[in-house]
């Protein structure tokens, strides 16, 4: 299974930017995906998830009311709006999917994709 982020890139504070990662398979079904970010020197961290059916949905504290994240089953596609951008937001993107209830935790994940950036100029 390959998943593949793509929509990262150079945008102002205050701007918005959409994120996708694709699934290679559909043997992703009953995975949740979530969305996690590293920025230079600092440890990858939690953005946000979304389970299996699309009704639940997680983000962490800094993110919560700019991020929203949705996903396309049939598409195998999973989105991350980003909107109202902040300098503190660049970071590589890295998309994952995995099995379980610990959303926030990466070790919940077991596939992961290559990660794109996002760099957000003041």
């Known amino acids: 299974v390959q998943l593949q982020a793509s929509g990262g890139g150079l945008v102002q504070a205050g701007g918005s930017l959409r994120l996708s990662c694709a699934a290679s398979?559909?043997?992703?079904?009953?995975?949740?995906r979530g969305w996690f970010r590293q920025a230079p020197g600092k440890e990858r961290e939690f953005v946000s998830a979304i389970d299996w059916s699309g009704g639940r949905t997680y983000y962490s504290d800094s993110v919560k009311g700019r991020f929203t994240i949705s996903r396309d089953n049939a598409k195998n596609t999973v989105y991350l709006q980003m909107n109202s951008l902040k300098p503190e937001d660049t970071a590589v993107y890295y998309c994952?999917?995995?099995?379980?209830?610990?959303?926030?935790?990466?070790?919940?994940?077991?596939?992961w994709g290559q990660g794109t950036q996002v760099t957000v100029s003041s």
């Open positions: 994952a999917a995995g099995r379980g209830v610990d959303y926030s935790d990466l070790r919940m994940y077991n596939y």
């Open positions: 398979a559909r043997t992703l079904s009953g995975y949740a």
